[in-house]
Nanobody, 124 residues
């Protein structure tokens, strides 16, 4: 059974940092592009960041550029999201996702595997 399991969420004050992890099991995801999406209460899910299979190419939403860093460790089958200078508007459930597709990677429809999400709450 293929699973993506996020961890590392929690409550943090504005300006603080968190590191999210997404561990994969049931399949080797080393050739999959990985991404993070988030969904705030009452809002649609939005793209946050993505990384290609090797880790050599990354892309970020404008809202997080310069503050968040996505990385991966294929030996551990894990992708990370380092979040610095957090703002209250970063409060959301964060989801990791994986795909073999090479296009439309900013859209959730491109991703075939999803985690269950981890809550991030940033207090002001």
């Amino acid at each position: 059974q293929v699973q993506l399991v996020e961890s590392g969420g929690g409550l943090v004050q504005a300006g603080g940092s968190l590191r999210l992890s997404c561990a994969a099991s049931g399949r080797t995801f080393s050739r999959y592009a990985k991404a993070w999406f988030r969904q705030a209460p009452g809002k649609e899910q939005e793209f946050v960041a993505r990384v290609n299979w090797s880790g050599g190419s990354t892309y970020y939403a404008d809202s997080v550029k310069g503050r968040f860093t996505i990385s991966r460790d294929n030996a551990k089958n894990t992708v990370y999201l380092q979040m610095n200078s957090l703002k209250p508007e970063d409060t959301a459930v964060y989801y990791c996702a994986a795909t073999l597709k090479l296009y439309n990677l900013g859209s959730r429809i491109a991703y075939d595997y999803w985690g269950q999400g981890t809550q991030v709450t940033v207090s002001s």
